[in-house]
């Protein structure tokens, strides 16, 4: 799984996307505990998403490229309203592909989320087509608007 996020995102190499960190994770479970979510079998995870709840303000900025993820996920105070989420990742192992799984877990995730903030949008910034389509299932599940960080 590490592997394939090195390979789609390369965030290693750009320093205004997000890294996955100790650190990092422990922020996320401070915003909400839905931030990340993963998938396992036997063999270990299949599918691994993470969203970002934050505020209008915060995504605004984002969306004009104003900040990247780290500065997103830096601006997010724990315990503010959240009324936007940012779909982050999902990552799925090729073999689970195509089955709905990066779907509902983002929904799933939003959802839960939505029970405890007033959610009224949803954004993304997507490295590829296929990310592109995941969110706009996604928010259309969700019945909310999706907009997208231009590349």
């Not at 995102?9 to 993963?38: I, Y």
């Not at 105070?77 to 982050?88: E, F, P, T």
């Not at 939505?114 to 259309?140: D, K, M, T, Y």
């Amino acid at each position: 799984m590490i592997d394939l996020a090195d390979r789609t995102f390369d965030a290693k190499n750009d320093p205004g996307q997000l890294l996955v960190t100790d650190e990092t994770v422990v922020k996320l479970r401070r915003l909400h505990p839905a931030t990340l979510t993963e998938e396992a079998d036997e063999n270990g995870p299949v599918a691994w998403m993470l969203v970002i709840p934050t505020t209008r303000e915060v995504m605004e900025e984002f969306l004009r490229k104003e900040i990247g993820e780290r500065e997103l996920l830096d601006r997010t105070a724990a315990g503010a309203s959240y009324d936007a989420v940012y779909l982050c990742s999902a990552l799925v192992l090729p073999e689970h592909r195509h089955q709905g799984r990066a779907t509902r877990l983002l929904t799933e995730a939003v959802r839960a989320i939505r029970n405890e903030h007033p959610i009224e949008e949803v954004f993304c910034w997507a490295f590829s087509a296929e990310g592109e389509r995941l969110a706009q299932r996604v928010a259309r599940q969700l019945g909310l608007p999706l907009h997208t960080r231009a590349s």
